[in-house]
């Protein structure tokens, strides 16, 4: 397997590291990998759209960019998902539902800020009396993607990025492992100063 | 009843009406007091306005003004019903027993204006919070959360 990289990357990587095994059969790996590998290319979809992102959003399913190649379906279900893309402007009176939607979701779960709405209040943001001013006021997001709104290629950049992000995750909370082109996050206590000390590290 | 037909009918009945009404564009403006908006919207459907496409409410500070939207489909005609109640108390008789459409476009009004609808079966907050403090729409409201807009943007 590729050095400093033991995690298995995908189907492709999964048929070669069967042929290098010897009798063929056989994988050695860690749970950490083969979990964060069936994560990462699964990462099922909360949509909270409430806005013209959600048109964005909506594109993005169908056949034109299809997310689903990428293992990213829309499900009506919270129970069912594991990333949830907020994907309009939320208002204090929404903002319960959204809340108690992502309290629905199974960990672990993900959180994307689409669109401007998403990350600060957009063009709400002043003289409004209704709009809470970026999801991140109450949702843990891991990616935002900025515009008004995002194009479908936007969303699956964050896509992407997040799946190297869940790469970066341990089944187990104190064993966090730095992937190459993810920062740690200052001020938080699992990815922040853990991620730095076990970097160049195969953990 | 067509439209000419309705246009004298209504300077008859409401002959404040007449100069503001035309025949051309089938569109009228009717100002009636407060106390008597209720019997002029009985009127009117009985004349054939058969849908109530709005109701909004503009503050004009001492007073506020409500705009009912009536349309007729036979006639396509289709007449502005104006009223003004004091901004002390600003109450009003519901037009929901005429027109079913007007049951939330009347909460709107109290939701964003506190202007009482009476006899309204359902009358609470539509768009906001139940426990909001405050009505938006007035030009006086104030919010500690409110981000003001400076100068440079």
């Known amino acids: ?203 | 009843m067509d439209i000419v037909e309705l246009r004298e009918h209504l300077c008859g009945q409401y002959p404040d009406l007449c100069p503001l009404f035309s025949i051309e564009f089938g569109d009228g403006v009717l100002l009636v007091g407060s106390d008597r908006l209720h019997a002029a919207a009985r009127d009117l459907k009985d004349l054939g306005f058969d849908r109530l496409g709005m109701v909004t409410a503009v503050d004009f500070g001492e007073e506020f003004e409500l705009v009912y939207r009536l349309q007729s489909r036979e006639m396509r005609a289709g007449i502005f019903v104006k009223t003004r109640v004091p901004r002390e108390e600003p109450r009003i008789d519901s037009v929901n027993d005429l027109w079913a459409a007007a049951n939330w476009q009347e909460r709107e009004v109290y939701d964003m204006f506190g202007i009482v609808f009476d006899g309204h079966p359902d009358l609470r907050r539509i768009l906001l919070t139940d426990d909001w403090v405050g009505y938006p729409l007035r030009k006086d409201y104030e919010n500690p959360t409110i981000i003001r807009r400076p100068d440079y943007l």
């Open chain 1, 1 to 203: 397997m590729e050095e400093g990289r033991s995690e298995v990357a995908g189907v492709d990587d999964l048929a070669k590291a069967l042929e290098h095994t010897p009798g063929g059969g056989v994988i050695l790996t860690s749970i950490d990998a083969i979990a964060d590998w069936a994560r990462g290319y699964s990462l099922w979809m909360m949509p909270m759209g409430t806005a013209c992102c959600a048109m964005e959003l909506i594109a993005a399913s169908f056949s034109k960019f299809d997310f689903d190649r990428h293992g990213s379906i829309p499900r009506p279900d919270p129970r069912h998902t594991d990333v949830m893309v907020v994907a309009g402007t939320i208002t204090h009176k929404m903002a319960p539902a959204v809340k108690r939607l992502w309290a629905q979701m199974p960990d672990p779960k993900w959180c994307i800020a689409m669109g401007n709405c998403a990350i600060s209040g957009g063009i709400f943001y002043y003289d409004t009396y209704s709009v809470v001013r970026g999801v991140d006021e109450f949702l843990p997001v891991d990616i935002y993607i900025a515009g008004c709104p995002p194009r479908p290629e936007s969303l699956q950049d964050a896509i992407l990025r997040l799946r190297e992000k869940v790469r970066a995750e341990s089944i187990s909370p104190s064993r966090v492992r730095a992937v190459e082109g993810v920062l740690p996050l200052p001020g938080d206590p699992l990815r922040g100063e853990s991620a730095a000390a076990s970097e160049g590290s195969d953990v």
